[in-house]
């Protein structure tokens, strides 16, 4: 079992940026990819970031690329969001994922935090 707890979100203004972070604990030796999606009101969730293991491969969604850095500390056992230019369209409930591969699919993650929400306005 793994144990995910994301912070950061908070409410900013367009152009703003933001660091979430998600801490893990339980069996984090285990050489899970670290995933961040988002859901925001009436849409799906959209799979934002994701990095593996040792943080040698990171993958992005097309609209966050260039503005969003997810990285790893694994002494830490915590994964970060860093986002910048920040947009009313990235507003959404941010939710922090484990998976044992590779993969923007969310039900391909096995755990999950219970989210953080992230309020840009414009």
């Known amino acids: 079992q793994v144990q995910l707890v994301e912070s950061g979100g908070r409410s900013v203004q367009a152009g703003d940026s933001r660091r979430l972070s998600c801490a893990a604990s339980?069996?984090?030796?285990?050489?899970?990819?670290m995933g961040w999606f988002r859901q925001a009101p009436g849409k799906e969730r959209e799979f934002v970031a994701a990095?593996?293991?040792?943080?040698?491969?990171?993958a992005y969604v097309d609209s966050v690329k260039d503005r969003f850095t997810i990285s790893r500390d694994s002494a830490k056992n915590t994964v970060y969001l860093q986002m910048n230019s920040l947009k009313a369209d990235d507003t959404a409930v941010y939710y922090c994922?484990?998976?044992?591969?590779?993969?923007?699919?969310?039900?391909?993650?096995?755990?999950w935090g219970q989210g953080t929400q992230v309020t840009v306005s414009s």
């Open positions: 994922a484990a998976a044992l591969q590779n993969t923007p699919v969310a039900d391909l993650y096995d755990y």
């Open positions: 339980g069996r984090t030796d285990r050489r899970y990819v």
């Open positions: 990095i593996t293991w040792r943080g040698e491969t990171t």
